[in-house]
């Protein structure tokens, strides 16, 4: 069951890691702590699910060594199982444990929240930019 944005989530301000308006990273799968297609936080998202990342067959092996499969089917939880290709609302600090380990999916500059850059310096982000939404 997805959960439902509150007054406290920053949907409304949110804005990218360029002080843009943040835009949607996926609606196939459909992503975001609140499953709304964007990455979008709020103080009940604990993890922090910032960073739009376009999915990987190594970064989704390296997560589920990890403890966190992110390839199998969680209905329960509204989650799909992801495949790559996929973009996701990735939490930031799982982000920088691959990037750590030199596994960090690439990122949707666009569509990553700004609230990442607590976590995340800008030029690890901009070393694994996805091409810009844009030009696809």
């Known amino acids: 069951m997805p959960f439902e944005l509150n007054a406290d ?10 002080g843009e308006a943040l835009v949607a990273c996926s609606t196939d799968p459909l992503t ?7 990455c979008h936080t709020g103080p009940e998202d604990a993890g922090r699910h910032l960073v739009c990342a ?4 190594e970064f989704l092996a390296f997560s589920k060594a990890e403890g966190n499969d992110l390839s199998t ?3 329960e939880w509204s989650f799909p199982g992801l495949k790559p290709g996929d973009r996701w609302c990735l939490c930031a600090l799982r982000w920088k444990e691959a990037f750590d380990a030199g596994m960090a999916p690439q990122v949707v500059l666009e569509a990553t929240n700004e609230k990442v850059l607590r ?13 810009s939404m844009v030009q696809e």
């Open 9 to 18: 989530s920053d949907a409304a301000q949110a804005t990218n890691v360029f």
């Open 32 to 38: 975001g702590f609140y499953r709304d297609g964007c």
């Open 54 to 57: 376009v999915m990987t067959a």
């Open 73 to 75: 089917a969680r209905p």
């Open 119 to 131: 976590h995340v310096r800008m030029e690890d982000l901009v070393a694994h930019a996805w091409k």
